[in-house]
T-cell receptor, first 114, second 114 residues
Framework: EAQVTQNPRYLITVTGKKLTVTCSQN?????MSWYRQDPGLGLRQIYY???????DKGDVPEGYKVSRKEKRNFPLILESPSPNQTSLYFC?????????????FGNGTRLTVT | DQQVKQNSPSLSVQEGRISILNCDYT??????FLWYKKYPAEGPTFLIS?????DKNEDGRFTVFLNKSAKHLSLHIVPSQPGDSAVYFC?????????????FGTGTRLTVIP
């Protein structure tokens, strides 16, 4: 079964304290991506990765970094979190069928920045 | 600017009746459309999709209709069941451009009343 695992599920932090949200997949798929979900705005893409060492900005990349050193993992890094990054974050991978395969999402990480 | 719009934040339907969720898009390059369902504390899960070469796709109780000239799609659930109560997101991508990225609507919360 295709799985995307995010950790932690809940995180409360303070402004400016660097944090990393991890994401891993168990199917060796190439495409992975990060979204944030906010009330009234739906899911917006932060960053995506087409393959190892290939990453690109989505719609709302400011304040975030990602890395893709291996196919399995795609961590989201907030170097200096701010309160406007309080949100629900989802990591996703694309199924093995290519561009028209649906995304599989993790269960989310709820981040609060005070 | 929101390229995929779901103008109804919520919808309540009696069990056994039809649920119709609507979605509009503005980008004429979109050629692949999906619906996701989201329960609380879980990530979105894929429900059904449709390519722009079709105007209808059916999967059990779920049918998606696409009206390209109106840039409108809808999801029909017949008959509706209490377990269908969730937030439904419409999403679109422009596969012809080689992009895998999905653009999401803001979601519609469906409540099916027993």
């Amino acid at each position: 079964e295709a799985q995307v695992t995010q950790n932690p599920r809940y995180l409360i932090t303070v402004t400016g304290k660097k944090l990393t949200v991890t994401c891993s997949q168990n199917m060796n798929h190439e495409y992975m991506s990060w979204y944030r979900q906010d009330p009234g705005l739906g899911l917006r893409q932060i960053y995506y990765s087409m393959n190892v060492e290939v990453t690109d900005k989505g719609d709302v990349p400011e304040g975030y970094k990602v890395s893709r050193k291996e196919k399995r993992n795609f961590p989201l890094i907030l170097e200096s979190p701010s309160p406007n990054q309080t949100s629900l974050y989802f990591c996703a991978k694309q199924g093995g069928g290519g561009g028209n395969s649906p995304l599989h999402f993790g269960n989310g990480t709820r981040l609060t920045v005070t | 600017d929101q390229q995929v719009k779901q103008n109804s934040p919520s919808l309540s339907v009696q069990e056994g009746r039809i649920s119709i969720l609507n979605c509009d898009y503005t980008n004429s390059m979109f050629d692949y459309f999906l619906w996701y369902k989201k329960y609380p504390a879980e990530g979105p899960t894929f429900l059904i999709s449709i390519s722009s070469i079709k105007d209808k796709n059916e999967d059990g109780r779920f049918t998606v209709f696409l009206n390209k000239s109106a840039k409108h799609l809808s999801l029909h659930i017949v008959p509706s069941q209490p377990g269908d109560s969730a937030v439904y997101f419409c999403a679109a991508s422009a596969l012809q451009t080689g992009a895998n990225n999905l653009f999401f609507g803001t979601g519609t919360r469906l409540t099916v009343i027993p």
